[in-house]
């Protein structure tokens, strides 16, 4: 059974960093590009950023410049560095394959890790 298991999130002052991880079924991860995703209070979830197996790397205009993204195949793992935060940041962020092909992601949304920034 898939799984995805975020962690990381927090409160964090404007201008803070935050440095989520996301452990990821190891079958799952090997075959697919993954993505972080976020959804704010009252919107829709909307990708942030993506990274293909071989590392490539996209990220929405609201967040370019300041979030990198990454993976460790070895340890199934994908993160999210999130620098120079800004309190339209705060969302619940999840990750799960990048599938652009497909109305949604494939696999069943894990719990999500909670962003908030605020002063």
């Known amino acids: 059974q898939v799984q995805l298991v975020e962690s990381g999130g927090g409160l964090v002052q404007p201008g803070g960093s935050l440095r989520l991880s996301c452990a990821a079924s190891?079958?799952?991860?090997?075959?697919?590009?993954m993505g972080w995703y976020r959804q704010a209070p009252g919107k829709g979830r909307e990708l942030v950023a993506s990274?293909?197996?071989?590392?490539?790397?996209n990220y929405a205009d609201s967040v370019k410049g300041r979030f990198t993204i990454s993976r460790d195949n070895a340890k199934s793992t994908v993160y999210l560095q999130m620098n120079s935060l800004k309190p339209e940041d705060t969302a619940v962020y999840y990750c799960?394959?990048?599938?652009?092909?497909?109305?949604?992601?494939?696999?069943?949304w894990g719990q999500g890790t909670q962003v908030t920034v605020s002063s």
């Open positions: 799960n394959a990048h599938t652009p092909w497909l109305p949604t992601p494939p696999y069943n």
């Open positions: 190891g079958s799952i991860f090997s075959i697919n590009a």
């Open positions: 990274i293909t197996r071989g590392g490539n790397t």
